[in-house]
Nanobody
Framework: QVQLVESGGGLVQAGGSLRLSCAAS??????????LCWFRQAPGKEREFVAA??????TFADSVKGRFTISKDNAKNTVYLQMNSLRPEDTAVYYC??????????????????WGQGTQVTVSS
């Protein structure tokens, strides 16, 4: 089993930045081979894909391209989401997720079998 814990959420003004972290614990000996991602869910909306990283390849939702970056530190078993130029529409609960050595689509929730509890990001206008 792998446990994921997000941190770094908070309240920020539009145009500001935040960095989310997601630390993995438990069965992490092969963390470097995991596909890792961030999803988000705004009130009244379905959970949506934000960004993912598998090995050194990254992919982003169109809505965050050019503003968000995803990275990971295998030594720390941690994945990060750097969010710049934040907008009110980025307000949501952000979740990280992981799957071990999968070739499935990174943009599907069903790909991932480990999920964190989420961290709230609120962007004020």
């Amino acid at each position: 089993q792998v446990q994921l814990v997000e941190s770094g959420g908070g309240l920020v003004q539009a145009g500001g930045s935040l960095r989310l972290s997601c630390a993995a614990s438990g069965r992490t000996l092969t963390f470097s081979t995991y596909a890792l991602c961030w999803f988000r869910q705004a009130p009244g909306k379905e959970r949506e894909f934000v960004a993912a990283i598998r090995w050194r390849s990254t992919t982003f939702a169109d809505s965050v391209k050019g503003r968000f970056t995803i990275s990971k530190d295998n030594a720390k078993n941690t994945v990060y989401l750097q969010m710049n130029s934040l907008r009110p529409e980025d307000t949501a609960v952000y979740y990280c997720a992981a799957v071990g050595n999968s070739r499935a689509s990174l943009q599907l929730q069903s790909t991932y079998n480990y999920w964190g509890q989420g961290t709230q990001v609120t962007v004020s206008s």
